[in-house]
């Protein structure tokens, strides 16, 4: 962990507590059942260890899409996310995409991200390889759809910055947008993620 790393990681309590004070939250919630789209099944991604993860597979279970970064002030959100995976194993998937795409605070290769992560984190949720997360020609297919609501049937918001997180449910239907500054372990987000949320 550079000194930079470590002076983020000991800012981030204050930083939570500032966004909190002054009422720093953006949530996006899909309300009804109009335009959904059946599509997130036939994405997939590559995983830093070159593995492929065909969304198909997670059927059944609420997925969250999170793009992160290892020299942001919400990188302590890596910790939460852990967390958060651990205690909803059963029904839920966590993918962090890293991506350097915000004042370029992912600088690092697939392996240095993937050790930084484990070692001051303990990661253990899939990470993708480094990718682009914003709206751009190089998008990530995944960031597409959940950005365009011709492809996921109602949302147009795209990552405000790093940490940016979004919910899909069991059916494959994107059910929430978290803006960054909502921790992952929030009433908000766990909330979202124990809500029985049917698409038909």
């Known amino acids: 962990m550079t000194i930079r790393q470590k ?15 002054k009422g720093e939250k953006r949530i996006l919630v899909k309300e009804n059942n109009a335009g959904v ?4 099944y036939a994405l ?5 260890n070159n593995n492929d993860l065909p969304f198909s597979a997670l059927r059944g279970k609420k997925v969250l899409l999170v793009n992160t970064a290892s020299n942001c002030g919400y990188t302590g959100q ?13 029904q839920l998937v966590i993918i962090g995409f890293p991506a350097n795409d915000f004042k370029e605070q992912e ?3 697939d392996e240095e991200i993937a050790q930084f992560c484990q070692v001051n984190f303990g990661v253990s949720f899939p ?12 998008q990530h297919p995944v960031f597409r759809w959940l950005s365009h609501k011709e492809q996921n049937g109602w949302n147009d918001q795209g990552p405000t910055w ?33 809500n029985n949320y049917h698409s038909q």
């Open 162 to 194: 790093n940490f940016s997180k979004y919910l899909v449910n069991e059916q494959g239907v994107l059910t929430h947008f978290f803006d960054p500054s909502l921790s992952p372990l929030s009433k908000d987000v766990t909330s979202a993620i124990g």
């Open 7 to 21: 002076i983020l990681k000991l800012v981030y309590p204050f930083l939570m507590k500032w966004g909190s004070f």
């Open 78 to 90: 890596y910790a939460e996310l852990q967390k958060l995976y651990e205690q909803y194993q059963d």
């Open 44 to 48: 997939s991604v590559q995983l830093n």
């Open 107 to 109: 600088k690092g290769s």
């Open 127 to 138: 990470l993708t390889k480094k990718t682009t997360v914003v709206k751009a020609a190089a």
């Open 37 to 40: 789209s059946n599509t997130f």
